[in-house]
């Protein structure tokens, strides 16, 4: 028993022959507009006269199709990108700053909050302190430690509690994130200070920040349906069911 030989051929005007059968191909391309600015994205939707869905995160906005059929790519997508502002906050969260390196954070975020009275003791720093150190130790067993450091008074300069900063949350866009952090002093044993900045709800403050600039801007662009989260296209066929026949005959 032979296998007869099928060759296959593609024409340049989309069709496609195997042996003497001719399949012709339907071209199913579209266009996809891409862009990292919300603005252009509402301005793009609310041109858009197809039926479609907006899926959302706190990253991204897509435009999806309605049509089941024409699902498998966006019309519109929108890569949201923090603001630089906020991106210097976020890295300088939990971490123990130098004098130069908080001095350098306020004056870049210096348009984003009052710290011009902060930025100009940082530039000419004095903190006096006076720092005892105790130590009593028995045979039996019993000790008591004591280090100890207080401010003198006069002259010392006493940091504030709390910075508020109102930086953008999104690049292009005016609209703000408002947030109060714990500024925390210190000086180690070696005599250096440091400040440290801290907010245990940060994260859950912004991402419901983000959700609610997102709703709003949508909202007011489009009538389309919204929702949150991702659509993926995930390709599948029936090709699991057919197996090389590797039987020599």
Excluded at 208 to 222: G, K, N
Aim: aromatic share 10%; with cysteine; charged share 25%.
């Amino acid at each position: 028993m032979s296998i007869e030989k099928v060759y296959l051929t593609a024409s340049p005007d989309g069709k496609l022959s195997i042996g003497n059968q001719v399949i012709e191909l339907k071209d199913v391309s579209r266009l996809t507009f891409s862009t990292d600015n919300l603005l252009a994205f509402e301005k793009f939707v609310a041109l858009n006269k197809e039926e479609a869905n907006i899926c959302y995160s706190a990253k991204s906005v897509s435009l999806m199709p309605k049509q089941p059929e024409k699902a498998y790519a966006p019309i519109a997508i929108c890569a949201l990108q923090d603001s630089e502002a906020l991106i210097h906050l976020n890295k300088a969260l939990d971490k123990d700053l130098s004098i130069a390196e908080f001095e350098k954070l306020l004056y870049r975020l210096r348009r984003y909050g009052d710290f011009l009275s902060t930025i100009s003791h940082l530039r000419s720093f004095s903190v006096a302190k006076k720092q005892t150190y105790e130590r009593d130790v028995d045979n039996s067993g019993n000790f008591r430690l004591l280090i100890q450091r207080e401010a003198m008074g006069v002259g010392n300069w006493v940091p504030p509690e709390k910075l508020s900063f109102v930086v953008p949350v999104f690049t292009y866009l005016q609209d703000a994130f408002k947030v109060d952090l714990d500024l925390l002093f210190s000086v180690t044993d070696a005599g250096i200070p440091v400040f440290r900045l801290e907010n245990l709800t940060f994260a859950e403050d912004l991402l419901a920040r983000r959700i609610e600039v997102l709703d709003a801007r949508l909202s007011s662009a489009s009538t389309c349906p919204q929702y949150w989260g991702v659509i993926q296209n995930v390709p599948m066929d029936d090709s699991w069911m057919y197996r090389e026949n590797k039987a020599n005959l």
